[in-house]
């Protein structure tokens, strides 16, 4: 067993896209060997890193190549961990329990590719809630952008009928009987540990993660007097067109670079 972040082995991965050069990674976290992929621009720079908190669970929701190599066209080294028991990963995914650890350890596997220390997080869909953590557990992240993001285990399980045996699986049963496991998934309630600025951006026909989810974050935001941004579209839904999706990325990316966290 070797310390959390050593990387154990790199190996190159076929790049969609001719000016990112991708690797896959295997790393150590928790003392598993877990698995995520590396986005970096070919052309030499001096770039900020994005943490990718990628959404689903084992093969829903995947890290994709081809958006990890998008976000490094913006001027970013991405790092996207797989979170373990994925893609022959050690241990077992757990939605948000031991696996956030997986995203701690995943910024210092990113700060072994930057030469500036500016590190943000982006996290889609489930990836939210592993976002929220990592920013509650860590001192040293510029900015989080939570994209249809989940912010509430319990709410996810109240509003997604297809995805309650999954939940009780994972997770050891329901948010009654299981209760202290729900809890201790739940970043809401340690919100005011974050010290660096948000932006939240969500549709509002989202059925797949409800807007529910973005207004408890910003309530608890508000609260807590926490520095934060909303984009929130009234006609979008979990997935956002290929055109409006491109733009929004550009306007996320351009944010990250404008924080001072």
Not at 57 to 66: D, E
Request: aromatic fraction near 10%.
């Amino acid at each position: 067993m070797k310390e959390d972040a050593t990387i154990e082995q790199k190996r190159p991965y076929p790049s969609p896209n001719p000016q990112v050069k991708l690797t896959e990674i295997i790393y150590w976290s928790c003392g598993l060997r877990v698995k995520g992929l590396l986005a970096e621009p070919v052309k030499l720079g001096t770039y900020e890193g994005i943490l990718y908190l990628r959404g689903g669970i084992q093969s829903i929701g995947m890290v994709r190549p081809a958006r990890i190599a998008q976000f490094a066209a913006q001027g970013f080294i991405v790092f996207a961990p797989y979170y373990r028991g994925n893609r022959g990963g050690e241990g077992r995914d757990e939605f948000a329990g031991e696996d956030r650890y997986d995203a701690v350890n995943g910024v210092d596997v990113l700060k072994q590719f930057l030469s500036v220390d500016r590190i943000h997080l982006f996290a889609f869909s489930r990836g939210g809630i592993m976002a929220l953590w990592t920013a509650i557990l860590r001192n040293d992240v510029t900015s989080v952008v939570t994209w249809s993001g989940v912010s509430d285990v319990i709410l996810t399980y109240e509003e997604r009928n297809d995805m309650r045996r999954m939940m009780k699986r994972v997770i050891g049963g329901n948010p009654n009987n299981a209760r202290l496991a729900y809890e201790y998934r739940q970043p809401i309630p340690r919100i005011n540990d974050i010290t660096c600025s948000l932006l939240i951006i969500h549709g509002e026909k989202d059925l797949n993660v409800g807007i529910e989810h973005a207004f408890r974050l910003e309530k608890a935001l508000e609260k807590e007097e926490k520095v934060y941004e909303t984009m929130y579209f009234k006609e979008l839904t979990h997935f956002f067109e290929a055109k409006i999706n491109a733009q929004i990325v550009h306007n996320l990316t351009t944010w990250m670079k404008q924080q001072r966290g």
